[in-house]
């Protein structure tokens, strides 16, 4: 049963991912009537929320934007770093909404970053301890198999801590893009509410596939101590 819905959870992120590089491409395409590029658009954002110790960074690669706490940058692809699009506006805009959540001691995303050193650790190490530990109860040592569903439970926790953290980047990024008047229209307001929606659409299912996952291993884990 577990495996049909984890399966079916797999083809909609596979889905969801598909869709939203479509979004991504056709967003890309369409000019912003402002003409500023990601890296304008992400400055203006940090200096009209006051903040002034973000510096705004191009990275190599596609849809590897994010922004770094540790060492405050806001880190953006080169298409969005150099793109005058709706879609660049809209990623730069909420990868900027990440630095305000930071500078305002947003709740969920201090919850988020305190887990961070232990979820890096939990994530490295839960496949293998999982195997390992599934292999050890059919014998009926249970340790192993415990220690990996903690790991598990650790990682899907931060993934369903991460939906608000998202949600709130993504709608802080709306407001201001209006308020700034950097979508003139209401075609580019909803081109870049689109986008935004898709790409939430990724850490949503990714949270469904890691609760599967968790309760999965858990079945194992109590069903075969119950035995």
């Known amino acids: 049963m577990y495996w049909i819905i984890f399966i079916g959870i797999m083809l909609v992120s596979w889905i969801v991912q598909i869709r939203f590089k479509n979004k991504f491409k056709k967003y890309s395409e369409m000019p912003l009537s402002s003409g500023m590029s990601g890296a304008e ?53 909420h990868e900027c909404g990440h630095a305000v959540q930071h500078a305002t001691a947003y ?31 059919a014998s009926g040592n249970f340790i192993v198999l415990a220690v990996g569903v903690g790991a598990l439970f650790l990682t899907t926790l931060f993934a369903f801590i991460t939906l608000p953290v998202e949600f709130d980047a993504s709608n802080r990024a709306l407001a201001w893009l209006d308020t700034a008047n950097i979508t003139h229209s209401q075609e580019e307001h909803d081109g870049a509410k689109d986008a935004l929606k898709w790409a ?23 069903g075969g101590r119950r035995d």
């Open 107 to 137: 709740s969920w995303l201090q919850f988020r970053s305190a887990m961070v050193p232990i979820t890096s650790i939990a994530s490295k190490l839960v496949t293998w301890v999982l195997l390992i530990g599934v292999i050890m109860a």
């Open 200 to 222: 939430a659409m990724t850490y949503v299912v990714a949270a469904l596939a890691a609760l599967v996952s968790l309760l999965y291993y858990a079945s194992i884990l109590f």
């Open 41 to 93: 658009i992400a400055q203006k954002m940090l200096n009209d929320n006051g903040i002034s110790d973000v510096q705004v960074i191009s990275v190599e690669g596609q849809l590897t934007d994010h922004y770094n706490p540790a060492n405050k940058t806001v880190n953006l692809s080169p298409d969005v770093y150099a793109g005058r699009s709706v879609a660049a506006a809209a990623v730069a805009a």
